[in-house]
């Protein structure tokens, strides 16, 4: 199995900076990774697919980016809707995988 | 535009066989899509459970191979997971969701909780 792990697994940032998540593949995925977007009681929901494709809907302050093992999640300026848990998932190969996940919360 | 919702028990007695179906809407279980199932134990992260194609193909988390059954219902436009002997490390939400490549899982159900408890 392929595992991701993601750092860091817990993010503190005001309303307004710019958040990094990193997730790091166990081996090389090419650029098949997504990245999502969860609240307390909610769905996951699909914020970037391949990498760095924004999904249809999504704000433009999200951006995805890397290929290989090493994939980054970026929020450009964070703002009080984007307080949630964020995944990534490799599509690459079975089965699919996702990381832990990171909480970003208010500081 | 596709949508998926999960149904089935809330509640399921240890060693016994946790049934849970996908209703898709807005669009035909025969298209290209794969239709997946994802648990999250309270708490704690994603598992993804396995997927099915309209054609009956699966693909299952190893993990789970066992135990995991996997259908499609064309006339029903639906799609099933059966998981038999649970225990309580089973109890977690269940999402359904579906994928096409070379996109993510997109859209998901809005979960349901199963509770192995006798």
């Known amino acids: 199995d392929i595992q991701l792990t993601q750092s860091p697994s817990f993010l503190s940032a005001s309303i307004g900076d710019r958040v990094t998540i990193t997730c790091r593949a166990s081996?090389?995925?090419?650029?098949?990774l997504a990245w999502y977007q969860q609240k307390p009681g909610k769905a996951p929901k699909l914020l970037i697919y391949?990498?760095?494709t924004l999904q249809s809907g999504v704000p433009s302050r999200f951006s995805g980016s890397g290929s290989g093992t090493e994939f980054t999640l970026t929020i450009s300026s964070l703002r009080p809707e984007d307080f949630a848990t964020y995944y990534c998932q490799q599509l690459n190969s079975y089965p699919r995988t996702f990381g832990q996940g990171t909480k970003v919360e208010i500081k | 535009q596709v949508q998926v919702q999960e149904s089935g028990p809330g509640l399921v007695k240890p060693s016994g066989t946790l049934s849970l179906t996908c209703a898709v809407s807005g669009g035909s279980i025969s298209s290209v899509n794969w239709w997946n199932w994802v648990r999250q134990p309270p708490g704690k992260g994603l598992e993804w459970i396995g997927e099915i194609y309209h054609s009956g193909s699966t693909n299952y988390n190893p993990s789970l191979k066992s135990r995991v059954t996997m259908s499609v219902d064309k006339s029903k436009n639906q799609f099933s997971l059966k998981l038999s002997s649970v225990t309580a490390a089973d109890t977690a939400v269940y999402y359904c969701?579906?994928?096409?490549?070379?996109?993510?899982?997109?859209?998901w159900g809005q979960g349901t909780l199963v509770t192995v408890s006798s």
């Open positions: 081996q090389g995925i090419s650029s098949y």
């Open positions: 391949a990498a760095s």
């Open positions: 969701a579906t994928w096409s490549p070379p996109r993510g899982f997109d859209p």
